[in-house]
């Protein structure tokens, strides 16, 4: 284990360190619907996180080339979990020099590094990998609505997350009207970011947007 995170810890010394900028960015124009499937939203799992020997068995994936790309992806939320935000993002853009945002493995990437980054207080950050995931798929992913409105509503600009979760209700409005399948629905979510889709949900319920 020592020795696989001291080669981890060399891929940091062996690059820069990705810096992301904070200033406030603009979204994609809001479209009306959002019913696509995104085959890329998902968190890959090549070792089980409770294996004792999880950061070992990835090294050993990334050297072999089998699933290199999986693997990076959890090393690099794996050492976001641990701590090691400097370790996390490194691994993060090598993978994304390999993955080009318009893939499908690409989008994978971005959505991935969004969730750690957006776990690590960043949200702006976050929004912005969101925002490169989504941009590089055709069509409407629908995944998109309620999680620019999470990001958006940590960022204190709650105007635009009601309008994006609002994007939501108008899509599958049996699901978002109301928050109390939010367990069923955002399986992967933290108790706290349900919690605060939660508040966008009462705040889109007290005056819903007009649309357009």
């Known amino acids: 284990m020592a020795v696989a995170r001291k080669r981890l810890a060399g891929l940091v010394l062996a690059a820069g360190v990705t810096v992301f ?3 406030a960015q603009s979204l994609p124009v809001l479209q009306e619907f959002y019913f696509d499937d995104d085959v890329a939203a998902v968190a890959p799992v090549v070792v089980p996180a409770d294996s004792a020997d999880v950061v070992d068995q990835l090294m ?3 050297e072999r080339g089998r699933k290199a790309l999986e693997a990076t992806v959890q090393l690099a939320s794996v050492a976001y979990a641990q701590g090691r935000p400097e370790l996390g993002r490194e691994l993060y853009a090598d993978a994304e020099k390999t993955a080009p945002a318009s893939s499908a493995q690409g989008r994978m990437v971005r959505w991935n590094h969004g969730w750690d980054l957006f776990r690590q207080g960043d949200a702006e950050a976050a929004l912005a990998q969101w925002h490169s995931a989504q941009s590089g798929m055709r069509g409407n992913p629908s995944w998109v609505p309620p999680t620019f409105a999470l990001a958006l509503w940590q960022l204190g600009r709650k105007d635009e997350a009601v309008k994006w979760y609002a994007a939501a209700v108008r899509t599958e409005p049996q699901r978002w009207s109301s928050s109390a399948g939010f367990a069923q629905q955002l399986p ?12 966008v949900q009462q705040a889109w ?3 819903p947007p007009a649309w357009p």
Do not use: M, P, V, Y
């Not at 979510?189 to 508040?199: F, H, I, M, P, Y």
């Open 205 to 207: 319920a007290a005056q």
């Open 188 to 199: 992967t979510w933290r108790d706290t970011e349900r919690a605060s889709l939660a508040d």
């Open 21 to 23: 900028g904070a200033a």
């Open 60 to 62: 050993k994936q990334r």
